[in-house]
């Protein structure tokens, strides 16, 4: 089963503007799911529509088989979001706004639970204090809290690490991987793009409200992120018309030092070996060379110009 079916969303506020435009995309359950885009993307839109505080122009969303906008009682209890804007009542302290949640989700309070996740989050110090005493790391890990209170199945984190240092940052990660592990879908939205490639086995990028791609993170790295040979001279690398077709095949592309081929990828391998060959039967042999991946931010980068590009 697949935690959200999205099926034609799209949303254009009040003034006119379309922040996502007809967004067709499937979460699988069980998936720890990267969605990705520039500032202004609609990723919140997003979000913002699941979580029910942002009303669709148009489009459906089932989670886990369940259509979201007419069994909303039923679907907020599955779903745990963590906004990023902070906001708590200043005079609760963290243990009287988890008891509080668990109330507005039909809950009794889980003492245990709550004291777990107090833990897990370095809260358990913090727990009696107002909320207004809390520095903004502390708070932001309130919110991750607060989602996860009434156990959903579901978690959606928008811009969960925005102001948490590297250490905590490490630990809420390994907490959410454990979540994960046991079966919880998770949703997040990061600008951390390492990150994102290390945590999720999903992957999709938006931009000006619009889907650009959406695929398992494995075939993503695999199938649209390239390799290039560098191939250095120690000096500038002149190429004609002839080196051109010669070299056609690999998309090269001369730099001060020497000059760069896009390899290509076929089962079982790369087109290292032809690439190499072709320059060194032009140029002769290199005196340094050496293959570079693209990593998550140079693909993502790569797609996001393309898209800034076809619309200017
Ligand atoms: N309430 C609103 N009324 C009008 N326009 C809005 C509203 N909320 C967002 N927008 C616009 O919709 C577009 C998408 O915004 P959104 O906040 O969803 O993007 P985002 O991908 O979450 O960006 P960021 O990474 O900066 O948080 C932006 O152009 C934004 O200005």
């Not at 500032?39 to 919140?44: I, M, R, T, V």
């Amino acid at each position: 089963m697949n935690a959200l079916e999205i099926n034609g969303l799209t949303k254009t506020y009040g003034n006119g503007k379309t922040a996502l435009n007809n967004v067709t995309l499937t979460v699988p359950q069980g998936s720890f799911f990267a969605l990705l885009g520039p500032n202004g993307a609609g990723k919140s839109t997003l979000i913002n529509m699941l979580a029910d505080t942002v009303r669709p122009s148009s489009g459906e969303v089932t989670l886990f088989g369940r259509e979201l906008f007419s069994d909303r009682a039923w679907c907020k209890r599955r779903i745990g979001v963590v906004p990023q804007e902070i906001a708590f009542d200043p005079f609760f302290t963290p243990r009287e706004v988890l008891r509080f949640t668990s109330g507005l989700f039909g809950c009794k309070p889980d003492e245990a639970w709550i004291d777990e996740l107090f833990d897990r989050l370095e809260l358990t110090q913090h727990c009696n204090k107002n909320t207004r005493q809390l520095s903004g790391g502390m708070r932001r890990r309130l919110l991750v809290a607060q989602a996860l209170v009434h156990r959903p199945e579901l978690v959606i984190l928008d811009e969960p690490t925005a102001g948490v240092d590297v250490e905590l940052r490490r630990r809420l990660w390994s907490f959410m991987r454990e979540l994960n592990a046991k079966g919880i879908t998770i949703l997040l939205t990061t600008h951390y793009l390492d990150e994102a490639e290390e945590l999720c086995d999903q992957v999709a990028i938006i931009d000006q409200g619009n889907l650009l791609t959406a695929r398992p993170m494995k075939e993503m790295m695999s199938e649209i992120a390239s390799s290039h040979l560098w191939l250095n001279y120690g000096k500038p690398v002149t190429l004609t018309a002839e080196d051109n077709s010669a070299l056609a095949a690999f998309d090269p592309r001369a730099n001060d030092e020497g000059v760069c081929l896009k390899l290509g990828h076929f089962e079982g391998g790369s087109t290292f070996h032809e690439a190499y060959e072709a320059a060194v039967s032009r140029f002769g042999p290199p005196i340094d060379a050496g293959v570079r991946s693209e990593d998550l931010e140079d693909v993502f980068l790569r797609l996001t110009a393309k898209e800034a590009g076809g619309r200017a």
